[in-house]
């Protein structure tokens, strides 16, 4: 389902999955994983990465009704053991995490923030070539990588969420204060400083 129906295609890690069904059909999924960057699970819980999981598709027929996907989700991690479950919404597709925020998910502000210089994704000029190896062999054009908004929430009962949430090494921004870029730009001291929220 995850291959056929999100706008990725591709299947992810998958450790846990959730269905919604409405008269015997699968009208959504949830899908929760190990993230692909052990780097990111370390910068997150560095005391214990393994406690760190990634939110990596959602998809909900159109034919639902609105708030369908924040109704769904919110059982789902009722459903989960105790972890820190990340996110991140693709700007590329036009996403800036309007259901995470519906969720209260926690804004991380967008990868690559702090970097000095935008990060740039290669065209291949061999369209059989992965655009991973294009930067390796010959590519037609480079495109400024655009970022994705991070967000993350803690899953369990009361204490395990209050020990989880504490041990998250992730920042919980004001999005509102802080709204996530549609292209890269720098992030200025100046704009974290007061766009902190704890």
């Known amino acids: 389902m995850a291959e056929k129906r999100h706008y990725m295609r591709r299947k992810p890690t998958v450790s846990w999955a959730f269905g919604l069904h409405l008269d015997d059909e ?5 899908t929760f994983g190990t993230p692909a960057s052990r780097h990111m699970q370390q910068g997150v819980c560095p005391s214990d990465p393994s406690m760190v999981i990634e939110l990596n598709r959602v998809w909900l027929s ?12 919110s059982r ?25 925020r519906a969720l209260n998910f926690r804004y991380a ?6 970097r000095r210089t935008p990060r740039l994704d290669y065209t291949p000029a ?5 655009s991973r190896d294009a930067s390796r062999n010959s590519y037609a054009a480079t ?4 970022p994705k908004v991070r967000y993350w929430t803690v899953t369990g009962d009361r204490w395990e969420r209050r020990e ?5 090494h992730w920042p919980s921004y004001d999005w509102r204060r802080l709204p996530p870029p549609l292209e890269h ?3 200025k001291p100046s704009e974290a400083s007061f766009a902190l929220t704890t």
């Open 26 to 30: 699968l009208m959504g999924i949830a």
């Open 62 to 73: 159109d034919d639902l009704p609105r708030n369908s996907e924040s109704w769904f989700l």
């Open 76 to 100: 789902a991690l009722k459903l989960m053991p105790p972890y820190i479950v990340v996110s991140y919404a693709d700007t590329t597709v036009g996403h800036i995490g309007h259901m995470y």
């Open 109 to 114: 502000g967008w990868t690559d923030m702090e």
């Open 126 to 130: 061999d369209p059989s070539v992965h």
């Open 143 to 146: 495109v400024r990588r655009r």
């Open 164 to 168: 989880l949430e504490a041990l998250c």
């Open 185 to 187: 730009r720098q992030l």
